[in-house]
């Protein structure tokens, strides 16, 4: 009975351990793809600006043939 309880406590710990170590590992992912987005949102941000940028110079391409 005893054996048994003891057995019962460390596949317990064992458990517990595993599903901290599963946590932290899931954290870092998490931590990582949300890295990620912040870069992608920086990009998607900056898109516009280019876009102006472009049409700008395309427009001045286009005046500058018919001169």
Do not use: C, G, W
Request: charged share 30%.
């Amino acid at each position: 009975m005893e054996s048994e309880k003891n057995q019962d406590q460390l596949d317990y710990k064992t458990l517990l351990a595993n599903a901290k170590q599963a946590l932290k590992v899931e954290y870092h992912k998490s931590a990582a793809l949300a890295s990620q987005l912040q870069s992608i949102k920086t990009q998607l941000e900056q898109v516009p600006a280019e876009n102006k940028t472009l049409r700008e110079s395309a427009y001045e391409d286009v005046i500058a043939i018919f001169r």
